[in-house]
T-cell receptor, first 115, second 114 residues
Framework: GNSVTQMEGPVTLSEEAFLTINCTYT??????LFWYVQYPGEGLQLLLK?????DKGSNKGFEATYRKETTSFHLEKGSVQVSDSAVYFC??????????????FGKGTLLTVNP | GAVVSQHPSWVICKSGTSVKIECRSL??????MFWYRQFPKQSLMLMAT?????????EQGVEKDKFLINHASLTLSTLTVTSAHPEDSSFYIC??????????FGPGTRLTVT
């Protein structure tokens, strides 16, 4: 089956620190991979995505590279800000029933950045 | 672009009553929408897939008579929680497909059943 395992938090960093949130996946076929961010009391926002092996997704200083050999999609940012405090979800999409792409999510990692 | 809204953003209802949640894609048409449920500090659990003009497909363990889904148009899907009970209290999030493999999420609806 399809599953996503991501590093359990919470993660607490100081402003300008380097961030890594690990994510590995199990999937049949060739899924697309995503990172979503959820701010308190809100829905999910797409942060970045990669659709094939060796693709790098990037947005707002965050990056993640689709590594097929290690089945990983780790999220990184060189210098975090207080405003990056949120829950981050790694997800993969898979084709279900021949026509719909569904998402499977990891459990989420709470990031808190202190000034 | 790709904005999805939900209404209401929060609702409190009494046990035994029904409540309807709307999900709208504001600037694109979505033949497929999804409904998720999220418990505190947990991940999203897919409840059902809603296809415009056809019956929703429910995930295993989700009661279709309890959670009624209607996708009457390309921009609107509704979730009705029937005969709600306190254990139905949760954060409900919808998403809409744009293109083949992109889901855009609504802001969520917090349901509290007293």
């Amino acid at each position: 089956g399809n599953s996503v395992t991501q590093m359990e938090g919470p993660v607490t960093l100081s402003e300008e620190a380097f961030l890594t949130i690990n994510c590995t996946y199990t999937a049949t076929g060739y899924p697309s991979l995503f990172w979503y961010v959820q701010y308190p009391g809100e829905g999910l926002q797409l942060l970045l995505k990669a659709t094939k092996a060796d693709d790098k997704g990037s947005n707002k200083g965050f990056e993640a590279t689709y590594r097929k050999e290690t089945t990983s999609f780790h999220l990184e940012k060189g210098s975090v800000q207080v405003s990056d405090s949120a829950v981050y979800f790694c997800a993969l999409s898979y084709l279900s029933g021949g026509s719909n792409y569904k998402l499977t999510f990891g459990k989420g990692t709470l990031l808190t950045v202190n000034p | 672009g790709a904005v999805v809204s939900q209404h209401p953003s929060w609702v409190i209802c009494k046990s035994g009553t029904s409540v309807k949640i709307e999900c709208r894609s504001l600037d694109f048409q979505a033949t497929t929408m999804f409904w998720y449920r999220q418990f505190p500090k947990q991940s999203l659990m897919l409840m059902a897939t809603s296809n415009e003009g056809s019956k929703a497909t429910y995930e295993q363990g989700v009661e279709k008579d309890k959670f009624l889904i209607n996708h009457a148009s390309l921009t609107l899907s509704t979730l009705t929680v029937t005969s709600a009970h306190p254990e139905d209290s949760s954060f409900y999030i919808c998403s809409a497909n744009r293109g083949r493999n992109e889901q855009y999420f609504g802001p969520g609806t917090r349901l509290t059943v007293t």
